[in-house]
């Protein structure tokens, strides 16, 4: 699939179903990132102001003693979101406080990148370096709401294997199969 480019970067030809299948799949990521209330993704020269009003705003929740979120109730987002310190809950809900919402932003960027360089129709696909990263950083978002949703677990195969051909999760899980070859792909590109 991704072959290296001289670059750095990493080109990939897809055919029309396979974008319109990876945009199908990347939009619900970004919806579920993108929860009301969430600050939208700031322009690269606001960026220092955002980091401004961010400091400010913990500043004076910490002053007025806000409680520290807590890790979603989503499956998918506590994956995308995890705790930083499981055997303490304080500590994860104050690294939390102070992360979460950098942490929603970088992967709603990573899979609007992707989206920005995936052609509707399909076609070539030429990757700098670093869109090819956020890309690499999508695809496994990606994978990962698509693995909680499935319940896929160390035994992919055997899962797959122990449904009946007519059950409509042998395609789902197909395309859990079709989206971990996608990335192992652009992974081998990377490396060479």
């Not at 480019?5 to 179903?17: H, Q």
């Not at 700031?42 to 102001?49: C, H, I, L, Q």
């Not at 992360?99 to 129709?121: G, H, I, N, V």
Request: without cysteine; negative net charge.
């Amino acid at each position: 699939m991704f072959r290296s480019t001289k670059d750095g970067g990493a080109s990939v030809w897809l055919s029309a179903g396979e974008a319109t299948l990876l945009r199908s799949l990347v939009v619900p990521v970004l919806d579920l990132l993108g929860e009301p209330g969430e600050p939208a993704r700031a322009s690269a020269g606001a960026a220092d102001e955002l980091d401004k009003i961010l400091a400010e705003a913990a500043e004076a929740a910490e002053k007025a003693g806000a409680e520290a979120p807590r890790i979603p109730d989503d499956p998918v987002l506590a994956r995308l979101l995890p705790d930083a310190y499981e055997d303490d809950p304080a500590a994860a809900g104050e690294f939390r406080k102070y992360t979460e919402s950098s942490l929603r932003e970088s992967k709603k960027y990573f899979a609007q990148t992707l989206l920005d360089t995936l052609p509707p129709s399909g076609g070539r696909i030429r990757l700098t370096g670093d869109q090819a990263r956020d890309w690499l950083r999508a695809l496994n978002d990606v994978r990962l709401m698509f693995g909680v949703r499935l319940e896929v677990t160390e035994d992919f195969e055997e899962q797959l294997a122990s449904l009946a051909p007519e059950d409509p999760k042998v395609a789902a899980f197909e395309v859990y199969g079709w989206l971990g070859a996608v990335q192992e792909s652009l992974v081998r590109a990377l490396a060479r």
